[in-house]
């Protein structure tokens, strides 16, 4: 087997992947961010199945991945809308942690080069609330950060996906002319 070969380049996104995923895990656990959670935590578990089936010439694990990336990929785009705004979507909506808190993404408060000032709100200076925080000097917001998670996520997956479909159908030949012979 060359260093080359389909399945070795699938090896090696699905290995990205995985960093990718588990980086991304961690950001959305520091932000309590459920729903992203769930399908990172599915993702990490299908690409492993996937490598498995790549390493053990197990086709029906590749096609459990190929399956997967059709709805991660559909994830993804619906995280780039939903940041981006777009189709009705609101980046402030509670629907990432499912509505069980009012938390935000991690980056939200700790996006790259942002410079928080406290800026008094002087309707409330009265009644001892909290200042409030206004971002100043950022190299990147927030949302951009997060959509560009999801465009890193969908150019994995496309390559990914390009790959196992060519390794399922190079497993089907060898499993073909073996029978026939």
Request: hydrophobic share 45%; charged share 15%; aromatic share 18%.
């Amino acid at each position: 087997m060359g260093c080359c070969t389909g399945r070795c380049m699938f090896i090696f996104f699905c290995a990205v992947q995985l960093i990718a995923a588990v980086e991304r895990q961690v950001f959305d656990f520091l932000g309590y961010q459920w729903a992203p959670i769930l399908f990172n935590f599915l993702q990490v578990i299908v690409v492993i199945l996937g490598l498995f089936g790549t390493v053990h010439y197990k086709p029906r694990y590749i096609i459990l991945y190929i399956v997967w990336t059709v709805f991660w990929v559909t994830w993804n785009i619906f995280i780039c809308c939903l940041y981006l705004d777009i189709g009705g979507l609101s980046k402030d909506s509670d629907f990432m942690s499912l509505g069980l808190s009012s938390h935000q993404t991690w980056w939200k408060d700790k996006s790259l080069g942002c410079k928080n000032r406290n800026i008094p709100n002087t309707r409330w200076q009265h009644l001892n609330s909290p200042a409030q925080v206004s971002e100043l000097g950022c190299i990147l917001e927030y949302q951009y950060i997060e959509v560009l998670h999801s465009a890193l996520q969908l150019f994995l997956s496309a390559l990914g996906f390009v790959f196992a479909c060519y390794i399922v159908s190079i497993f089907n030949e060898d499993e073909d002319t073996y029978l026939y012979k």
